[in-house]
């Protein structure tokens, strides 16, 4: 979970996620699912073998949303 905290209408957020593979098999990552189209995210790598790491970008327009709100993304992945 990540919380932007308190965000005013019309903003821009950015934040980075490190994922790393730390088993003997690669990982192969599938397109990232997202619950709003005011969520942009893009993986640098979508395939990692053992030992390495690549970067999640998320970007969160506020728009016109006022008071608390969720967003959700998921990652798929398979191992092998």
Known sequence: ?????????????????????????????????????????????DVLGRGESTTLTVVWRSGVKQGRTTDRLTLPYTVG
């Open 1 to 45: 979970a990540f919380d932007f905290g308190e965000v005013g209408q019309q903003q821009t957020l950015t934040a980075q996620f490190k994922i790393a593979n730390n088993r003997p098999q690669p990982l192969r990552f599938g397109p990232v699912g997202k619950t709003c189209s005011c969520t942009a995210a893009e993986l640098a790598a």
